[in-house]
């Protein structure tokens, strides 16, 4: 059993679909930053299988909308005094915006580079959006 005690104040980002933790290690640039992070792949969770796990000591700002975009699996674990004192279960957001790309060539938002885009969750079950511009679907990319 994996356990948080290492982290005094910080965030525990868990339960994420097994494969998808470097992604996510990536996307929000933990390789780069200074503080301590550990990315944790494939630990055994009796509910779910497998699941990647990401450990950050420090306080940071979480893009949620993106985190529920790429895995809405997540949850969050808020730790402060070495304790948990919140957790936060991501979902799909129903509309992002500034986060994704029309992809549709003849879309006005290409033609006119128009980027805070904002796309709505037009089917939860598919995972699929829709520009807000020329109704192209967008599937994020998902494991
Ligand atoms: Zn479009």
Redesign the pocket.
């Known amino acids: 059993m994996l356990k948080v005690d290492s982290i005094k104040k910080g965030i525990v980002i868990d339960h994420i679909t097994a494969g998808m933790g470097y992604e996510i290690f990536t996307e929000l640039k933990l390789d780069e930053v200074e503080y301590t992070t550990a990315l944790i792949r494939n630990v055994s969770s009796r509910k779910y299988g497998k699941k990647d796990l990401i450990k950050i000591d420090n306080v940071v700002d979480l893009d949620l909308d993106m985190l529920g975009l790429l895995d809405p699996n997540i949850t969050l674990v808020i730790i402060e005094g070495e304790k948990v004192v919140d957790k936060i279960k991501l979902s799909l957001p129903n509309e992002v915006k500034g986060i994704l790309n ?1 992809k ?1 060539p003849r ?4 033609i006119e580079h128009i980027d805070d ?1 904002t796309f709505y969750l037009a089917n939860e079950e598919n995972r699929e959006y829709r ?1 807000e ?4 679907p967008y599937y994020p990319k998902r494991k």
């Open positions: 029309c549709n879309c006005v938002s290409t885009i520009c511009y020329c109704d192209a």
